[in-house]
């Protein structure tokens, strides 16, 4: 790989109002204002040479690729590395519920009933980006979650993760090359193995 445009998925049913913690494959397919999103990425990538296509296993990340690379050639996979992070007891129900538990807690602490740290989910992201960095497609169009975005924009960047990240746009598209991305594998493991929060932020 040589590109990577990394976006988060267009707007879908789980982000109504408060929106809701949502983990589970398939979960909720885009809305209407999702599906017109997604069209707006595809146009927004049209004289972009995109070789492959990634979502997870959500199904709002694919309905968002199919959208991205409608009338395109181009292989499509799934790379469960790169999923939403997992819940918990907390999958399904309000995700402000979800917040106001893990603003409180470190960041390698669990969510209960199963669930997954964010230092976790950093090292699991940082294991998706590997994925592709050895892939032998030069520009890969990669559509995930608004955590696994926020990570790896800012690991780019040299910045570790904060309590609360700032907003993600939906189906925007950030532009990372090889060396930015392999940057951001970096920060998330080395920070993934001894996590601390840097201050500031916005939403989580």
Known sequence: MKRLFLARHAFA???????T???????????TE???QGRRLATSLRNEQVDLGVATRLRRTQE??????????????????????RFGRFDGGPLATYRAW????????????GGESRAAAAARFAGGLRLLLARPEDTI???GHALVVRYVLDAANGLVPAALIEPVEHAVAHLLDASEVARAVDVLEAWSGDPSFRSGGHNL
């Open 13 to 19: 049913g789980s982000n109504h109002g408060f929106g």
């Open 64 to 85: 968002t690729l199919e959208l991205a690379l409608a009338g395109r050639d181009v292989t499509r996979l799934v790379v469960p590395e790169l999923d939403e992070i």
């Open 34 to 36: 999702g599906v017109e």
């Open 21 to 31: 913690a949502s983990c589970t494959a398939p979960g909720d397919g885009l809305t």
């Open 141 to 143: 169009l990669a559509v």
């Open 102 to 113: 893990a603003v409180a807690e470190r960041p390698d602490t669990d969510a209960p009933g």
